[in-house]
């Protein structure tokens, strides 16, 4: 399906690895001209060489600590135009909550709900404007289903669920559709991260762990689904979508 957003801009945050860089791939895939945000600037620009030997396409590394105010205008200036928005950013480890200082919440707040709320509020007016726009926010599956180890991601990434709803009403007249996804079990660092701790609680191997773990995505996947929501044909969805191979208990 040609998912009409060839030379499209898109700006994809934390895209060095892991989701964020599946995603660049799959826009890059698509035509658009992508621009990759990371702080890590070897690893960036060796992220932007990579996908542009696999697809053929410009990708525009941005060096910038997006949870800083300078480095949300770094980015915005590399792409002051974007098109599509995908919002990305590292979690918060866990803990519970007496590990979780006025600073860890603070960091939390600044990493996971305002760097993203601030980059929309950048970039919507110009997409208004154009009557085309694409937002994607990754958050996580905690979102709806929260762990009791992970309340400090949580919190900070159900602030960002409900500000993308109120905000997704007053423009999704303009084409401009705020979508979230919600992964869960995807093969990716983190997980990784979460299995070795799993070794570590339970004294199992990696093998244990993973097969503790039953079954996971990839970052393809996610990547191939998000992309579609920065489609052309998507311009009448507008929701949080979990993509976590039908782990969620619940029905709604």
Not at 22 to 49: D, H, P, Q, S
Not at 97 to 126: K, T, V, Y
Not at 214 to 243: H, V, Y
Request: glycine share 10%; net charge positive.
């Amino acid at each position: 399906m040609d998912l009409g957003i060839k030379g499209r801009k898109a700006i994809v945050c934390a895209a060095s690895r892991g989701l964020g860089k599946a995603c660049a791939t799959a826009l890059a895939r698509e035509g658009c001209l992508v621009f990759i945000n990371a702080r890590g600037e070897a690893a960036l620009k060796e992220a932007a060489a990579e996908i542009e030997r696999a697809r053929g396409a410009r990708v525009s590394p941005v060096v910038a600590d997006i949870n800083t105010e300078t480095g949300r205008s770094t980015l915005v200036a590399g792409c002051p135009d974007a098109d599509i928005l995908v919002n990305n950013n590292a979690g918060p480890p866990p803990g519970k909550l007496a590990d979780w200082d006025h600073a860890a919440w603070l960091g939390a707040l600044e990493a996971n709900m305002l760097a993203s709320a601030l980059l929309i509020r950048a970039m919507l007016p110009g997409m208004q404007a154009r009557k085309f726009g694409r937002i994607v926010n990754i958050t996580s599956a905690m979102v709806k289903s929260p762990g009791p180890e992970m309340g400090l991601s949580t919190a900070a990434r159900t602030g960002l669920t409900a500000l993308a709803k109120s905000v997704s009403r007053t423009c999704a007249a303009d084409n401009v559709m705020i979508n979230n996804l919600l992964p869960y079990r995807i093969d990716t660092d983190r997980q990784r991260f979460f299995a070795r701790r799993m070794m570590q609680q339970k004294g199992i191997s990696m093998e244990e762990a993973r097969a503790e773990i039953a079954w996971m995505g990839t970052p393809e996947e996610f990547a191939d689904t998000r992309a579609f929501l920065c489609s052309a044909q998507a311009g009448f969805i507008s929701q949080n979508l979990q993509i976590d191979g039908g782990s969620y208990a619940g029905v709604i």
